[in-house]
Nanobody
Framework: QVQMTESGGGSVQAGGSLRLSCVASGYTYNYNFLAWFRQAPGKEREGVAGIRTDGSAVYDDSVKGRFQISQDKAKNTVYLQMNSLKPEDTAMYYC??????????????????WGQGTQVTVSS
C-alpha cells in the first residue's frame, strides 16, 4: 500500500500562485508515475500534470506554461507549482500514484493510490 498526503491548498486571487505538495509513504516502489488531478463540483476528475520517476513530465493543455510538476525522490514528494491562477482552476486537487505507461496518465482509473485532496479556490 501507498499512502498519499496532500497539502498547500488555499484561496488566492486570480493571477496568484500556490504550491501543492504530496508525500508518498508506505510501499513507495509500487509506482512509476505520480500525477495531480482536479475535480470541480459537477465535473469529472481530470488530469492536470504527471511525472514519471525518471523525471519526464506531461501536462494538460489548460495548464501548460502556468503549472509545473516536480518531485523530490529522497523525500518521496511530488509538487505542483501553480502560477497565473484563474478562477477556472478552482477545484479539489488530488495527487495520485500508479504503475502505468505515460500515454495513459490522464485517466484516473489507471492510478491505484490517491490522496484525500486539497481545495484550491481562485477568486476573480
Amino acid at each position: 500500500q501507498v499512502q498519499m498526503t496532500e497539502s498547500g491548498g488555499g484561496s488566492v486571487q486570480a493571477g496568484g500562485s500556490l504550491r501543492l505538495s504530496c508525500v508518498a509513504s508506505g510501499y513507495t516502489y509500487n509506482y512509476n508515475f505520480l500525477a495531480w488531478f482536479r475535480q470541480a463540483p459537477g465535473k469529472e476528475r481530470e488530469g492536470v500534470a504527471g511525472i514519471r520517476t525518471d523525471g519526464s513530465a506531461v501536462y494538460d493543455d489548460s495548464v501548460k506554461g502556468r503549472f509545473q510538476i516536480s518531485q523530490d525522490k529522497a523525500k518521496n514528494t511530488v509538487y505542483l507549482q501553480m502560477n497565473s491562477l484563474k478562477p477556472e482552476d478552482t477545484a479539489m486537487y488530488y495527487c495520485a500514484a500508479g504503475y502505468l505507461y505515460s500515454r495513459n496518465w490522464s485517466s484516473a482509473p489507471n492510478f491505484g493510490y490517491w490522496g484525500q485532496g486539497t481545495q484550491v479556490t481562485v477568486s476573480s
